[in-house]
Nanobody, 114 residues
Framework: VQLQASGGGLVQPGGSLRLSCVAS????????MGWYRQAPGKQRELVAV???????NYANSVKGRFTISRENAKNTVYLQMNSLKSDDTAVYYC?????????WGQGTQVTVSS
């Protein structure tokens, strides 16, 4: 499974960005797709994930501001990020789980700064 993420960039506090991640290759039974992030000097952390059946899990820090969605037919997961804060600055990584194996995308930088 290969994951290609896009949509990062520089945005002012309070702004919005939408990340996309397309899975290719052997995409049968992609059970979970989602997003993690890693800020400088910090560990990688979960942002939001969605199971194939639609169940979601969000980090407390992004609840009410970020929304994850999937288009299973396109093997694509999205992360709509609103009301962005400087603390959201990080490299965002797409993640997918297939048959208990985790796959990672290359990461896309999100910088929230005035």
């Amino acid at each position: 499974v290969q994951l290609q993420a896009s949509g990062g960039g520089l945005v002012q506090p309070g702004g919005s960005l939408r990340l996309s991640c397309v899975a290719s290759g052997s995409t049968f039974r992609l059970n979970v797709m989602g997003w993690y992030r890693q800020a400088p000097g910090k560990q990688r952390e979960l942002v939001a994930v969605m199971a194939s059946g639609g169940i979601t899990n969000y980090a407390n820090s992004v609840k009410g501001r970020f929304t994850i969605s999937r288009e299973n037919a396109k093997n694509t997961v999205y992360l709509q990020m609103n009301s962005l804060k400087s603390d959201d600055t990080a490299v965002y990584y797409c993640n997918a789980i297939q048959d208990a194996r985790a796959y990672w995308g290359q990461g896309t930088q999100v910088t929230v700064s005035s």
